[in-house]
């Protein structure tokens, strides 16, 4: 009999392990009791505890969490997936209705660059870090984990925790931001909407295609993320693939989505986590978002400088990628100045145009760092 | 300001120039497509 074996785990166990485990059930508890995108924080939640056992046989050589990430994160299968679940889940129709809401999904990347530049600045970070903290600005989880993975791997665990846990917080992050950096007078302003605007079927199909091909020309590395995301929406808007995109969206999200969360959590091993730069990354990843908030309603005050009819300013802060909830947050605080004031359709507008941005700034960072 | 900042502050001005540059193009790109492909209704008036 070998009684000891009982025992192994036990005498193994580390506080700093207790300690991940304690990390594990807080995120578990936020996706749960908070609902803080608890699809990704109960399974990243479950998978650091699993990781976190001592002797586990989850992790090492045969463990089934270190197969699915070799399989998954380091091909980078599993965020190429997500992008097609989430092409065949966007609707392009409020933004190409109103193009120029585009430019709000550029002013918007501000947080990954400004982020970037403040890690590198730090002294601790080399450039491809400092860039995969920045990408946290993306509002995008898995451009996040695209570039991290393929920049930094060991601070996976951190970013792709900072970036979900953010994204979940957005209506916390962004309306002192927008309130602080806006006068009443400039919220209380009114968009004209022109509601019934049409957009030709051609247009929605031919979107993707061109999107992809100038992307691919400008920023070859971007090809992966652009694409799949590109072509789960060319399968939606064909309009000969429903049952495809329907699976693109509810079970190759799903299953993907659940993959992702657990062998994510999974890279969240004490040693790599246990350190004082995970402190500094949710810090960054925080002030990033930040940043990108600040850099929408700047550019949109900026561009009212030169309009005769102005721009809610608002509406920049909605140019992130996190979607809806951005633009949810810019109309609540619309109504709570004017309760008759809807600008949600150009919001909804920039918050489309802030997704093509991320996936374009993740392209774009990895053509300049890689 | 050490050298990696240094060049993170080339990558932030290369970078937004490039996003803003890209999604520019994206805009004229829509309008174009808007213009060869009016909405079915406009057509039809």
């Known amino acids: 009999m070998k009684v000891d074996k009982l025992l192994e785990g036990l005498q193994s166990f580390t506080w700093q392990q207790g300690v991940m485990i304690l990390v594990g059930l807080v995120l578990i508890y936020l996706a749960i009791k908070k609902e803080y995108e608890p699809m990704l924080l109960l399974p990243i939640g479950f998978g650091a505890i699993l990781t976190n056992i001592p002797l586990s046989s989850a992790v090492g050589e045969n463990g089934f969490l270190t197969i699915l990430y070799n399989a998954g994160i380091r091909t980078e299968l599993f965020p190429i997936l997500i992008f097609i679940a989430v092409g065949a889940m966007i609707d392009f129709s409020p933004l190409l209705k109103q193009p120029v809401m585009l430019f709000f999904g550029a002013a918007a990347q501000l947080g990954i660059f400004a982020a970037m530049l403040l890690a590198a600045s730090t002294g601790v970070f080399s450039l491809k870090e400092a860039a995969s903290i920045g990408i946290i600005g993306a509002a995008d989880g898995p451009t996040s984990i695209y570039v991290a993975n393929l920049f930094a791997p060991d601070l996976l665990g951190p970013i792709s925790v900072a970036a979900y846990s953010y994204m979940a917080l957005v209506p916390i992050i962004q309306p002192p931001v927008i309130r602080a950096l806006t006068t009443k007078k400039e919220r209380l302003i009114r968009m004209d909407a022109d509601y019934d605007a049409k957009v030709s079927k051609k247009v929605l199909i031919l979107f993707p295609i061109v999107v992809t091909v100038v992307a691919g020309i400008i920023a070859p590395i971007s090809v992966g993320l652009v694409g799949a995301l590109m072509f789960g929406n060319l399968i939606r808007e064909s309009g000969v693939m429903d049952r495809l995109s329907k699976s693109a969206q509810n079970e190759l999200a799903n299953l993907t989505t659940l993959l992702l969360g657990i062998t994510i959590g999974s890279t969240m091993v004490a040693e790599k986590f246990l350190a004082p730069t995970t402190l500094l990354i949710l810090a960054i990843g925080l002030l990033a978002f930040v940043f990108d908030t600040a850099g929408g309603v700047l550019f949109a005050k900026f561009i009212n400088l030169f309009l005769k009819k102005k721009i809610n300013p608002m509406i920049g802060a909605a140019g992130i990628s996190a979607f809806p909830m951005s633009a949810r947050v810019v109309q609540k605080i619309a109504l709570e100045e004017d309760p008759s004031n809807f600008i949600l359709m150009q919001a909804i507008g920039a918050n489309v145009a802030g997704q093509i941005g991320s996936i374009i700034a993740g392209g774009i960072l990895l053509a300049l760092v890689g | ?45």
């Open chain 2, 1 to 45: 300001m050490n050298q990696v900042a240094l060049e993170a502050l080339k990558v932030l001005g290369i970078g937004m120039g490039t996003v803003f540059s890209v999604l520019v193009l994206f805009y004229l790109l829509v309008k174009g497509l808007q213009t060869i492909f009016p909405p079915e209704d406009e057509i039809q008036k």
